[in-house]
């Protein structure tokens, strides 16, 4: 995302409030929008989430990465018009400068260390050739980001930099399985923006949908806030760095070639 790191996305009027106990993934009926039960959802959620403690580090509602999938998996269920499907990959074509923090980096880190070496070291390669001149200006977003940590702050040094996220090949998210926090909220989640409550989505599917629900009379349907997720995860990350994806993977390049 750029600018505000969500300049870009579509505005809906949402709920402010956020609000995840126990609600079974069978309790969904494709494409059946039930709101009581979406709005209990996204209240029990609310709930767990102070208690995570772990991103990535575990299966069960005490990870974060566990929470935040059952809720975007609520909310595609849920709406039968979410844009968002299987192989699209606009967002990662557009927003690849967004914030990871070590410890979501960690879990990256961990992931690359497993899968086979020769795409490792194609992904580094991928990263470095589309950002490695662009080192210092990515450290300038790292430092920003880490004096300002709220999501609506305006971050003055995104312009000019690549678009395309380097973890993306053939329309495909090699690192999918540990991907950020952001990407996983991506299109299902709203942030307030400038205070404007905005939908995190892609310019270019994100009108159609917001369109999609005013022809069902749900201008004002419920829809989770990632706020709270965003401070959950900087709470679980401490005094660690704050840095785009690229400036990590630069980073993990120079120890392989130290």
């Given amino acids: ?23 079974r993934a069978d309790s969904y009926s494709e494409g059946m929008l039930d709101l009581p039960l979406l709005s209990a959802t996204m209240r029990d959620c609310g709930r767990k989430l102070p208690r995570t403690q772990s991103v990535g580090g575990a299966e069960d509602w005490s990870d974060l990465y566990y929470l935040i999938d059952y809720l975007a998996f609520a909310m595609d269920r849920a709406y039968e ?11 990662c074509r557009d927003y690849s400068i967004f914030r990871v923090t070590a410890a979501e980096w960690a879990t990256i880190s961990v992931f690359l260390d497993e899968q086979d070496e020769a795409e490792t070291a194609a992904l580094l390669e991928r990263n470095r050739a589309t950002y490695g001149a662009y080192r210092e200006q990515l450290e300038l ?100 760095a704050i840095q785009p994806l690229p400036l990590w993977l630069l980073e993990r390049a120079d120890g392989h070639l130290a």
Avoid at 9 to 17: E, F, G, L, M, S
């Fill in 1 to 23: 995302m750029r600018s505000s790191e969500a300049g870009r996305a579509a505005v809906v009027r949402v709920p402010v409030t956020f609000a995840v106990d126990r609600l």
């Fill in 81 to 91: 018009s979410q844009p968002c499907r299987d192989g699209c990959s606009l967002c």
């Fill in 141 to 240: 977003v790292a430092r920003s980001w880490q004096g300002e940590p709220s999501l609506s702050a305006i971050n003055p040094h995104l312009g000019g930099l690549p678009p395309v996220c380097p973890a993306l090949v053939d329309d495909r998210c090699t690192i999918y399985g540990v991907r950020p926090l952001i990407c996983r909220a991506y299109g299902y989640f709203a942030v307030k923006v400038r205070d404007q409550d905005t939908l995190m989505i892609c310019k270019d599917l994100g009108r159609a949908f917001l369109d999609s629900l005013k022809d069902q009379g749900l201008e004002h349907a419920p829809l989770p806030n990632f706020e709270p997720f965003d401070r959950q995860v900087r709470r679980l990350n401490g005094a660690g």
